[in-house]
């Protein structure tokens, strides 16, 4: 299996990564008297240690900005030509412009602005689709994505068949992508779908389903719910493992690796006994990844995050293939390869 030989114009590289968690906790504890677990369960079932809350005066950009500052220290703003949004759809308002409200923010005056949805598989998802972009067009040679996420707002712990969104913690996560940038290389991407878990899980009581009756919504209805836990179950958990293995294995084939040269995976939040047992696929174990135990799952900033602490921790090593992997709710399962470090094939 070869890599593709890429001339410097044709790379895209990662310049910096910046995360942000606001200073609220909610332990294992606290989950575990809302939802009526043990604490026990909620840490070694559910493998949270602690998420992180907002107040209610912080909103999803204003965490968005935080990490976007981070990832742009040493970085003037104004060199930015875009600044993409790949967070939460829970935003500041309900049909809001979160990626324009964080340009003006940070003083991007010369960048353009969007938004990638995708829900959780979203900001690694994303990296392909700006790759593309800034290949394909002269005038994006450097590009801020932007994910955030309060969506802990939304999680009622009173809801036991939504107990597997308990996780739910806030936080944003940032990268500067660099055209002809020969460093933390992005190759390739792979996604696997299966929409007929669409309806599964939503906030019942928004949209233009139910627009007519939004006055009369019951209050259960403004949180995220599982329609038919079961049934989900049913379908999900025979299927779940294997997709993230072979999205995982898809992006290094594409890029040109076998599944034994990955030296590096950065996962969203799962518990650490399906963490490790999808890394023993790959004849790797812990120190070859993050666990998120104490971060709770950020939506899709957790791959970005868990990359940060990986080089931090010296198990993200130069010259590592790193694979980021996601999966979001309708559902998809997303992964990217990226070449660490210094580029060579």
Known sequence: MGVTLLKSADLIGI???????????????YIAAASGIPEKVIREKFGINLVHKAPPEE????MGVKAALKALEGIDPATLDLVVYCGSEYKDYYLY???????????????NAFEIHSLCSAGVYSLKVLKGMMLADDDLKRVLLVSSSKEGDLINYADGDSRFMFNFGDGAAAAVLEKGLARNVILETAM??????????????????NFATFSDMPYGDRFLKVAD?????????????????????????????????????????????????????????????????????????????????????????????????????????????????????
């Open 192 to 209: 696997i779908t299966d929409g007929s878990f669409a309806d599964d899980i939503g906030v019942m009581g928004v949209g233009c389903k």
């Open 15 to 29: 310049r910096s990564i910046g995360s942000y968690v606001p200073s609220g906790i909610r332990g294992s504890a």
């Open 59 to 62: 909103s999803v950009s204003a």
């Open 97 to 111: 412009n979160c990626a324009a409200k964080i340009q003006h923010e940070i003083g991007a005056v010369n960048a």
């Open 229 to 345: 836990i079961a049934r989900m179950k049913e379908r999900l958990d025979p299927v779940t493992l294997d997709n993230f293995v072979r999205v995982i294995e898809l992006a290094a084939e594409k890029s040109g690796y076998a599944k034994d040269a990955i030296g590096f995976i950065a996962p969203i939040f799962m518990k650490r006994s399906i963490l490790e047992t999808m890394l023993a696929s790959f004849g790797l174990n812990e120190e070859n990844s993050f666990v998120l135990e104490d971060y709770g799952h950020c939506q899709s900033a957790d791959a970005f995050i868990a990359l940060q602490n990986g080089e931090s921790l010296g198990r993200l090593k130069e010259g590592d293939v790193a694979v980021l992997v996601a999966a979001g709710t309708g559902y998809t399962w997303a992964a990217t390869a990226v070449k660490w470090g210094a580029w060579s094939a």
